[in-house]
């Protein structure tokens, strides 16, 4: 998919070709829409196929007239049946000297938002302005996706208390997963902010230094929230796994109990279902007073269970 937009004194519109100053999108791109792309704004394919390798790594790179930055987006699993479980994506951002070129295999919210007119004060032709807007979307992206990993995790663990599944392990574990590709995603992409901080190799503005630091400083404390939601839900999946073995215990020992019982008044029974002369056997009142031996037999074991904390 293809799609260039431009701001204007109206807001920004979508245009059927390039022009200068406009921002083009790629979104799982067809190869006559990479070479497009790649003849107008006189960009190496290469550069924008990097973008759509879901192994790419996070990295900066200047090449003649255009500057390469890739960055690792988070994107939610949708066929997950349950929220909060979520992987990351390569996101290729390319300036050139008059556009800005976004490429990604998937469609994810850090460029939906801009496509949807949900950041305000964005222009296309601002180029470095517009570049670290998308950062800085990136980094709050992925704390609310922590957030919501958070919730999902505490739903999960609330059902964990009365289960005797592996389900909601499993759950956990997705969730587990989650919180390693996020924190491996952003040290990459730390490291790719610091270089920029560090080499420049963009032109900023003042108030776009500004910028950068609140990008690196948000970067930084997703990169926490992560560590410590993956500690946490590391520690609750090992004292769960122990909550879920000792609740089965409970369940066998319950069982056990009520199979000793039981097994009271089925011997007795058995005794007097012999083919041969028992007590009793002339007694009109026989199967009362057998009945009532095998409840007394049972009540009598049945208490003793209960007084050892066997039920």
Known sequence: MLQIFKSTDAGMIALERIESGAWINLVNPGKSEISYV????NIPVEHIIAALDEEERARIE???NCTVVLIDAPVPNVEAKEGGVYYTVPLGIIITDKNIVTVSLRENHVINNFV????????????TRFFLQILYNNSKLYLRYLRDIDKTSGLIENRLHKSLRNKELIQLLELEKSLVY?????????????????????KMYPEDSELLDDVIIENKQ???MANIYSNILSGTMDAYASVISNNLNIVMKFLTSVTIVLSIPTMIASFFGMNVDVPFESNPHAF??????????AIIIALTMARKEMF
């Open 38 to 41: 790649s003849e107008n704004l």
């Open 62 to 64: 200047v090449d003649g």
């Open 116 to 127: 949807e007119r949900k950041i305000k004060s964005f222009y296309t032709f601002k180029k």
């Open 182 to 202: 996020f924190s491996t995603s952003l040290k990459s992409n730390e490291m790719v902010l610091e270089k920029i901080q560090r080499s420049n190799p963009i």
């Open 222 to 224: 997703a990169i926490e």
């Open 288 to 297: 009362t007073i057998i009945f009532i031996i095998s409840m007394f037999f």
